[in-house]
């Protein structure tokens, strides 16, 4: 594994590592039932990560920028692996990215500084909502660990089926030197 795919792969798992925390919020109020303790601890738990101190959001912003560079540094290579593994990973990166600016910001705001027209129903949906994109931002980063894994496997292969067609082409060539030798 090279810099550029560690540079892809370490801010994808730390990522994942973030939102499997989130998900023991988001699995309870996405499929165990909107109780009371869920609602309080989903606001207590969304307040606290909304809160957290700057240095801490700008560490996670910037490990997006790592994963973007170290996408568009193995794109750049330009080849058919890069084109279809990297380029669909930088789609998925994008839509993911798209996903936390449209829906996961919006509805932290929401839950946690409500305007003054929201009401708790909203704050509540808000976090439905907000769950509902961390399992979908979840999904998307899975698929990016299935993309870079399966741009290693083809290599993997590549190389295999190579080293096969160099053996067999230095058993033909030799097949053919005896032949020459023997008319």
Not at 9 to 20: A, E, K, Q, R, S
Request: aromatic share 10%; charged share 20%.
């Amino acid at each position: 594994m090279g810099f550029r795919q560690a540079a892809v792969l370490g801010p994808v798992c730390f990522f994942l590592g973030v939102l499997f925390i989130c998900f023991n919020v988001d699995h309870r109020v996405l499929w165990g039932g909107l109780t009371e303790d869920t609602i309080e601890d989903g606001f207590q738990f969304y307040t606290t990560f909304f809160n957290a101190p700057p240095a801490i959001k700008a560490m996670l912003h910037g490990m997006v920028g790592v994963v973007l560079l170290g996408l568009l540094a193995k794109l750049h290579a330009w080849d058919d692996s890069a084109m279809f593994f990297d380029g669909s990973s930088l789609v998925v990166v994008i839509f993911g990215l798209s996903v936390y600016i449209t829906v996961v910001v919006p509805t932290l705001r929401t839950i946690v500084t409500p305007l003054a027209d929201e009401t708790r129903g909203d704050r509540i949906q808000a976090m439905t909502i907000l769950s509902a994109a961390n399992v979908i931002i979840t999904v998307c980063l899975g698929l990016i660990l299935m993309l870079q894994a399966g741009q290693e496997y083809a290599k993997r292969i590549d190389i295999r089926e190579q080293a096969t067609a160099g053996t067999e082409g230095k058993k033909e060539q030799k097949a053919k030197e005896e032949t020459k030798k023997n008319q």
